[in-house]
């Protein structure tokens, strides 16, 4: 059983153009969402997090919009870059414990010139 | 802040050899670390939960005694894969975990031949 489902596999955009990642959770229990840029050969790198008690969090050009209603959450990346080309993974988790993530499927992005 | 190095960074061995990969958190403690395994264009599926000084916790179907965990220290966690085999060869990532972030190694390429 997914956890959580990850959308689009992957996106392709022209520069300057606004892709939107999208997450959707069944477990009302996760209270941690954070999405990580992953280059190819190279460990995830954590881009920006958000908590169920905030609708939007933005850090730079990344933006997080979050549904508590329809347990959903997407990543928006304004004015993308080629340098953006990468792949991007939700994940969540619950606090208590070890807090281990649970992570999205991931979504290959391309950001032509 | 929050750097996490990985030594080595890939390795090639022989069936029937055991590889030690070390995970250290270079700035900060960490009293959880965890370690994922990545094929190629899928997710990273987590391995283990690693707490200093205590036996690692590990995922349904993830062999232990294949996979030793060591979590000598805030700083340190080490993987050893014995007698690997082909079927060992992946990208095996750690991460430590600060609060409620979970900061990512680079990443440790293994090839058995």
């Known amino acids: 059983q997914q956890q959580v489902k990850q959308s689009p596999q992957s996106l392709i955009v022209q520069k300057g153009g606004i892709p939107i990642i999208n997450c959707a959770y069944e477990?009302?229990?996760?209270?941690?969402f954070p999405w990580y840029q992953q280059f190819p050969g190279k460990g995830p790198a954590l881009l920006i997090a958000?908590?169920?008690?905030?609708s939007e969090k933005k850090e730079g050009r990344f933006t997080i919009s979050f549904n508590k209603s329809a347990k959903q959450f997407s990543l928006h990346i304004m004015d993308s870059q080629p340098g953006d080309s990468a792949t991007y993974f939700c994940?969540?988790?619950?606090?208590?414990?070890?807090?281990?993530?649970?992570f999205g499927k991931g979504t290959k992005l391309t950001v032509n010139p | 802040g929050a750097v996490v190095s990985q030594h080595p960074s890939w390795v090639i061995c022989k069936s029937g050899t055991s590889v030690k990969i070390e995970c250290r958190s270079l700035d900060f403690q960490a009293t959880t670390m965890f370690w994922y395994r990545q094929f190629p264009k899928q997710s990273l599926m987590l391995m283990a939960t690693s707490n200093e000084g205590s036996k690692a916790t590990y995922e349904q179907g993830v062999e232990k005694d294949k996979f030793l965990i060591n979590h000598a220290s805030l700083t340190l966690s080490t993987l050893t894969v014995t007698s690997a085999h082909p079927e060992d060869s992946s990208f095996y990532i750690c991460s430590a975990r600060v609060s409620r972030e979970q900061f990512f190694g680079p990443g440790t390429r293994l090839t058995v031949l």
């Open positions: 477990n009302t229990a996760f209270d941690y």
């Open positions: 994940a969540v988790t619950t606090q208590g414990g070890s807090e281990k993530l649970v």
């Open positions: 958000i908590r169920p008690d905030v």
